[in-house]
């Protein structure tokens, strides 16, 4: 059974591991104010002090369906999630040129012009690279994905550095309200329910009768009962308040489900789970 | 210096599902690269590299207007990022008890805990999206409820699970915070003029085409002729349409801070006080 970092590592290793993890601690400080955080930055397990907060953020942005991505100051691409990863393999408006940058066809005042020419997202280091949001025309024809830049401060000033930061939205993304959320949240019935979530979807009323099957003044009294158990006045209201509240956290495809890797503890008891925390206090 | 293999071999079994889908991915040299480098700053960690990308990504983190929490078993919260945080600190819905765990003001039925235990465990049965909840959280003075997704993250996947893991994801979306772009960003998105821009931002809020009038101080006929420019900029046909883009594509973030929220507000109110004048 394998024990926490620090209980193996020489004296020597132990020092510089308490160092990484001041700093580390440092930059948590700087963007997330809490002392909570110490509990993720434990010295007893560099594991979660090094690649477990990065790799959870990573998924994090998976969970919602927004591209991350990482550049240095040529626009090279270091770090992407899965969601940018799947874009940018996609070649569906972003791309990687021969030397690993990151292109795009930026919409520019001659969008008609069939022959846009590939950009590059991050410009040079020459030029400045403050917040900007970029919209990446598509090769296939569908609405443009918005990227949104900024810079990183980095302490060190080498070329390799990441320097910018890049955030790709979708708004072709399917918007996944289920019919049980909206009767969890709102106590909708069915009808109700799947006539908010069509007009979520951005679909007129006109449209929704004919998916529904139902007459024009069912749809109207079925929407009447919507606004008065979500509490707002217009069918634009409606539709912006289900985005807010629920379309956000539900906007695009899940990430494929995990295999599942049943831990010790939970096939033998809960007993198997000490003798692991005991090792790692007593070798520290 | 002495690299312990054990050690080694642990990070790159962590690192590995990436690593696969940069190699089948031939282009992302850099992608490797950069693992490769931060595999070896695992063994040797005292270089920055690793705690700048783990910088850039909290920053990635902190300009969505969704909160984000990521809780252990026992529901106490390891990582928020500053939406959370902001929510957490009115302690209006939600708060943190003194042991840091995530929990509700007023007691609901199931309660918070036992829905992160019910994510964790189903994903642990390989179940996975089945074990996802939607809470509807209450607030007092009238407003609207807070919105929580819980969902196992794949820390519960882990082997050696222990107490601290972080093993559950908790969204919160509160409906009421405004999901306003900052100006500039959405007039270099889409080429939009000043009134445009405030115009999509108030559109993006639920105004009726009356309310953003009165409120930027133009008549409804300048209102729909600005309408109709916004439609043709961005290429749809319906108000619902375009509302629906606006948050799908720019909505969800950079968050804009609330001085820039107060200037766009002074700017109309400029605006308006001009007109009358």
Redesign the interface.
């Known amino acids: 059974m394998?024990l926490g970092?620090s209980s193996?590592?020489?004296g020597r290793?132990q020092a510089?591991?308490a160092?990484?993890v001041g700093?580390?601690r440092a930059?948590?400080r700087?963007?997330?104010n809490?002392e909570?955080?110490q509990?993720?930055f434990?010295p007893l397990s560099?594991?979660?002090?090094?690649?477990?907060?990065?790799?959870?953020?990573?998924?994090?942005?998976d969970?919602?369906g927004?591209g991350?991505v990482?550049c240095?100051h040529s626009g090279?691409?270091?770090?992407?999630n899965?969601t940018a990863?799947a874009r940018?393999?996609k070649k569906d408006g972003l791309q990687?040129n021969s030397r690993?940058e990151l292109c795009g066809k930026r919409?520019g005042?001659r969008s008609g012009d069939p022959r846009l020419r590939a950009t590059k997202i991050v410009p040079s280091r020459e030029f400045g690279y403050g917040?900007?949001?970029?919209?990446i025309q598509r090769t296939s024809g569908e609405?443009p994905l918005?990227v949104?830049v900024?810079s990183?401060p980095?302490?060190?000033q080498t070329a390799e550095?990441?320097a910018a930061?890049l955030?790709i939205?979708?708004?072709n993304?399917p918007?996944r309200i289920t019919e049980q959320?909206l009767k969890?949240?709102?106590g909708m019935t069915t009808t109700e329910s799947r006539l908010a979530i069509l007009?979520?979807?951005?679909k007129?009323l006109d449209d929704c009768c004919r998916v529904l099957d139902i007459s024009r003044a069912t749809a109207c009294t079925h929407l009447r009962k919507v606004f008065k158990k979500t509490?707002?006045r217009?069918?634009?209201?409606l539709?912006?308040?289900l985005?807010?509240?629920?379309?956000?956290?539900?906007?695009g495809s899940?990430p494929a489900?995990?295999?599942?890797?049943?831990?010790?503890?939970?096939q033998n008891g809960e007993a198997n789970?000490e003798p692991?925390?005991a090792g790692c206090v007593a070798a520290s | 210096?002495?690299v312990?293999t054990?050690?080694n071999a642990?990070?790159q079994a962590?690192?590995r599902p990436r690593l696969a889908?940069a190699k089948q991915?031939r282009?992302?040299?850099?992608?490797l690269?950069?693992?490769e480098i931060?595999h070896t700053?695992?063994v040797?960690?005292?270089d920055?590299?690793?705690?700048?990308?783990?910088?850039?990504?909290?920053?990635?983190?902190?300009?969505?207007?969704?909160g984000?929490a990521?809780c252990n078993i026992s529901g106490?919260?390891?990582?928020?990022?500053?939406t959370a945080?902001r929510i957490l600190e009115k302690r209006d819905g939600l708060e943190l008890d003194s042991d840091?765990v995530l929990c509700t003001v007023h007691d609901c039925t199931p309660s918070l805990a036992q829905l992160i235990q019910r994510a964790v465990r189903s994903?642990?049965?390989?179940h996975?999206?089945l074990g996802d909840a939607?809470?509807?959280v209450p607030r007092r003075r009238g407003k609207?409820?807070l919105?929580l997704?819980i969902?196992a993250?794949?820390?519960a996947?882990?082997?050696?699970?222990?107490?601290?893991?972080?093993t559950a994801?908790v969204?919160v979306?509160d409906?009421e915070?405004p999901?306003a772009?900052?100006l500039p960003?959405?007039r270099?998105?889409?080429?939009l003029t000043s009134t445009e821009a405030r115009l999509a931002n108030l559109?993006?809020?639920?105004k009726?085409l009356a309310e953003c009038g009165s409120q930027l101080g133009i008549r409804r006929s300048t209102v729909r002729m600005h309408l109709r420019n916004l439609f043709a900029k961005t290429?749809v046909c319906?108000?619902?349409?375009l509302?629906?883009?606006l948050?799908?594509?720019?909505?969800?973030?950079?968050r804009v801070n609330e001085g820039d929220v107060r200037n766009t507000i002074s700017q109309s109110l400029g605006q308006r006080t001009a007109d009358v004048e």
Not at chain 2, 238 to 241: C, D
């Open positions: 394998s970092y193996m590592a020489s290793n510089k591991t160092q990484a700093k580390l930059f948590a700087t963007f997330m809490r909570w955080n509990k993720i434990d560099t594991r979660t002090a090094t690649e477990t907060p990065f790799l959870l953020t990573l998924e994090t942005l969970h919602l927004i991350f990482v240095n090279q691409v270091l770090v992407a899965r990863e940018i393999r990687l690993a919409k005042n917040n900007a949001a970029l919209s609405k918005t949104v900024r990183i980095s302490l060190s550095d990441a930061l955030l939205f979708d708004s993304l918007v959320e969890q949240l709102y007009l979520t979807d951005g007129s509490g707002v217009r069918q634009g209201e539709v912006v308040l985005l807010k509240s629920i379309g956000l956290v539900r906007l899940t489900p995990l295999s599942p890797r049943l831990p010790a503890h939970f789970c692991a925390d | 210096m002495i312990d054990n050690v642990r990070v962590a690192l889908v991915a282009p992302i040299g850099g992608l690269n950069v693992l931060a700053q695992v040797r960690p005292d920055s590299t690793i705690s700048d990308l783990l910088a850039s990504s909290f920053a990635a983190l902190d300009l969505l207007i969704i984000l990521v106490q919260v390891l990582i928020a990022n500053q945080q840091d994903a642990l049965l390989g996975g999206k939607m809470l509807s609207r409820a919105n997704l969902r993250a794949s820390g996947m882990e082997a050696e699970c222990h107490a601290n893991q972080p994801l969204l979306v409906s915070c999901a772009a900052a960003e959405l270099q998105l889409y080429g559109l993006m809020e639920g009726t290429g319906r108000q619902s349409e509302v629906v883009l948050l799908k594509s720019i909505g969800l973030g950079p």
